[in-house]
């Protein structure tokens, strides 16, 4: 009977699909560019689609730019909720300031508009590494910042 329960419909993936590069856009413009090397799609209890392989997305600014990049070892989109979940290993990079973050794990509400984290932070810039508690910035990646920063230190060599 364990065996077969293994084999539930509630279980088991409606579809998977392997190598993804999907392209969102709004008004012509585009938003977001995610890479997977795999997509598995649940329709129960709840549709999400899991990236088991992890992500490499790319967010733009007006459509033309890349404004910064995400990558991470596994996320999940909980598509009636329209969030997508990054976790293990997640960087990030903001190509304005030069910034790359290392965080465990980070949120984007596409309904908000707004990508966050709770988790600690590790910002690297150049000689300078900055550490908080928690990490926010609007959808677009124009105002990204660290919160509750607990320091910052100049590394010289």
């Given at each position: 009977m364990e065996k077969v329960r293994l084999f539930d419909p509630q279980n088991l993936p409606q579809q998977s699909i392997d190598t993804v590069r999907?392209?969102?856009?709004?008004?012509?413009?585009?938003?977001?560019?995610?890479?997977?090397?795999?997509?598995?799609?649940?329709?129960?209890?709840?549709?999400?689609?899991?990236?088991?392989?992890?992500?490499?997305?790319?967010?733009?600014?007006?459509?033309?730019?890349?404004?910064?990049?995400?990558?991470?070892?596994?996320?999940?989109?909980?598509?009636?909720?329209?969030?997508?979940?990054?976790?293990?290993?997640?960087?990030?990079?903001?190509?304005?300031?030069?910034?790359?973050?290392?965080?465990?794990?980070?949120?984007w509400n596409s309904a908000e508009h707004r990508i966050f984290s709770n988790a600690p932070v590790k910002s690297v810039n150049g000689k300078r590494v900055t550490y908080g508690d928690g990490f926010e910035s609007d959808d677009e990646f124009t105002t990204p910042r660290i919160l509750h920063q607990r320091g910052t230190m100049t590394i010289e060599e």
């Open positions: 999907a392209l969102r856009s709004l008004g012509g413009k585009k938003q977001m560019v995610l890479k997977a090397p795999k997509v598995v799609v649940y329709e129960q209890p709840e549709r999400k689609t899991v990236y088991p392989d992890g992500i490499d997305m790319q967010i733009y600014n007006n459509g033309d730019k890349i404004a910064a990049s995400i990558k991470a070892k596994y996320a999940q989109s909980l598509d009636e909720k329209k969030i997508i979940e990054a976790r293990n290993d997640v960087v990030i990079i903001d190509f304005r300031s030069g910034d790359t973050s290392y965080l465990e794990n980070i949120v």
